[in-house]
């Protein structure tokens, strides 16, 4: 079972890329490593270092670590959701704090999400007509574009405000939507630079998955309203 905060041993944030999670392993490897740093070398920050790379750097391993951090948080909500209707009748006692949330950060910042991936589908058919032809490539790569700067927007609406305890689930989907939406677009836009494509598919399969993780932080909100 996983206990350990790998992003925090690797001194990142969740949304780093691959690149620079692989910085962050090589700086921090010598920083503690003896031969190049004899006065704070050790061999315990090591093994935890490696262990954390060997997740984070493997990208099928990561999906699966930040899934399992995910159900850890959803948890914590649902237990912490249990309490708060225990102790308050439904609609009626959701306060300010919470209300505002929903209407300054969850449902923006859901609209936002759906803008970005509703277009994809077509956009990629569209571009399945001729790849290669400039046109509809100059056309999908505006639409990532797009797609960035909605993110961008995104994420700034999400950190405006902290989310309250009683949705601290409905705030953990809403977060790793939006990672996989980025690492989605990323991986999109490695398709345009080499037309490889399992970045095409594997930038679906993302974009699903962030999805999955949208409808799920909905139901959340329904089971706490």
Request: a negative charge; proline letters at 4%; one cysteine or more.
């Amino acid at each position: 079972m996983v206990t350990c905060n790998y992003y925090k041993i690797l001194d990142i944030t969740p949304t780093a890329t691959q690149g620079q999670i692989k910085q962050a392993y090589r700086r921090l490897v010598k920083l503690f490593h003896p031969d190049t740093n004899t006065d704070i070398a050790d061999h315990d920050s090591i093994i935890r270092i490696n262990e954390a790379y060997e997740v984070l750097g493997d990208p099928q391993r990561r999906k699966s670590y930040d899934y399992y951090q995910l159900n850890q948080n959803s948890q914590n909500y649902r237990k912490t959701s249990q309490d708060y209707q225990n102790h308050h009748t439904r609609g009626k006692d959701v306060d300010e704090h919470l209300q505002k949330w929903l209407n300054q950060v969850y449902k923006p910042v859901n609209k936002i999400i759906i803008q970005i991936l509703k277009p994809l589908k077509s956009e990629i058919d569209n571009l399945a007509a001729d790849p290669f032809d400039d046109q509809l490539l100059e056309s999908f790569q505006d639409y990532l574009e797009i797609s960035r700067g909605l993110l961008k927007k995104a994420h700034n609406l999400f950190s405006s405000q902290p989310n309250p305890s009683n949705f601290a689930g409905v705030a953990a989907h809403l977060y790793y939507c939006l990672n996989q939406v980025s690492d989605g677009i990323e991986d999109l836009e490695l398709f345009t630079l080499n037309y490889d494509d399992s970045y095409l598919h594997t930038g679906q399969e993302l974009f699903r998955i962030a999805g999955r993780l949208r409808q799920e932080a909905q139901v959340a909100i329904k089971q706490i309203l």
